[in-house]
């Protein structure tokens, strides 16, 4: 108990006069233009992988069990059509945008470290981003070939309910929490020793899954996103959706402070 409440001192004393708010909104730039060409590459590897018929009817069944008040299910379907449909060219093509993620991710964890930034930052995060891309397709095809038995749970409502988010919760944080060690271990400065990060990746990803969750949550409200946009709703999605990445990347690096410090704090020699 005595070494945790080292460590959060240690992780505010780090933070103290620094803009985490602003960093976690740089990180939320670079996904903005990042997401959609992660998504394209990761649906069409796992459709490479395992048949389309797994990513067109895990969508299909994932999309009709989300709540009804935000109806993402057409934008969930697009996305999967464009991503199954796309030429090879044009999903090369997805490469640098997609990439533009780690680099958005290096230059928030440096900052997040206090080590500056160099020449070679935005390339170092783009080439460490690339196991994330080449393991995407294995991740998002676990949740979609549970889909059959999760999405009936979804709809049920009640205790299957229950049942169908405390099985999709473990199976998404394992897919998170395997994408948040690469992010640790290739994508960010090499600060922290491979277990502790593997440690600390499964840690920070519990807690993000949790985050999904409970955007699962605010679909469900049934509230107009586009109002405070005088109605343009294309607007208010893309607001919405700004609002919660931007929340998990502020999760995302307070988690890595906090190990930054736990291994300073190892580190650090004892009082006497």
């Known amino acids: 108990m005595r070494t945790v409440r080292a460590v959060l001192r240690h992780a505010l004393a780090a933070l103290r006069g620094r803009d985490l708010a602003l960093w976690a909104a740089g990180i939320t730039f670079f996904a903005a233009l990042a997401v959609v060409p992660v998504l394209l590459l990761a649906l069409r590897g796992a459709a490479v992988l395992f048949g389309p018929d797994l990513v067109t009817d895990g969508v299909r069944l994932l999309s009709g069990a989300l709540p009804d008040a935000q109806a993402p299910g057409p934008a969930l379907r697009a996305l999967t059509d464009a991503a199954l449909g796309a030429s090879w060219p044009v999903l090369l093509s997805t490469l640098l945008p997609a990439s533009l993620y780690g680099e958005g991710l290096r230059r928030g964890l440096l900052q997040i470290a206090g080590e500056p930034s160099g020449a070679k930052t935005g390339w170092l995060g783009r080439i460490g981003f690339l196991p994330v891309l080449l393991a995407a397709p294995l991740l998002i095809a676990a949740p979609l070939a549970l889909a059959p038995s999760v999405a009936p749970d979804y709809r049920a409502g009640g205790w299957s309910a229950v049942w169908g988010v405390v099985v999709s919760f473990h199976v998404d944080w394992v897919a998170l929490s395997v994408a948040t060690c690469l992010v640790f271990l290739a ?18 990803g ?10 699962l949550l605010f679909l469900a409200i049934p509230v107009d996103w586009a109002f405070p946009f005088a109605g343009l709703e294309v607007v ?3 607001a919405a959706l700004g609002l919660w990445l931007y929340l ?17 704090v190892r580190r650090s020699p004892p009082r006497t």
Do not use: D, N
């Open 236 to 238: 208010g999605a893309v």
């Open 206 to 215: 519990a807690v993000l899954t949790g985050f999904l969750h409970g955007f």
């Open 248 to 264: 998990l990347h502020i999760v995302l690096l307070l988690a890595y402070r906090v190990l930054l410090s736990a291994h300073e």
């Open 187 to 204: 994508t960010g400065p090499s600060l922290l020793p491979r277990a502790l990060a593997v440690v600390g990746g499964f840690c920070a």
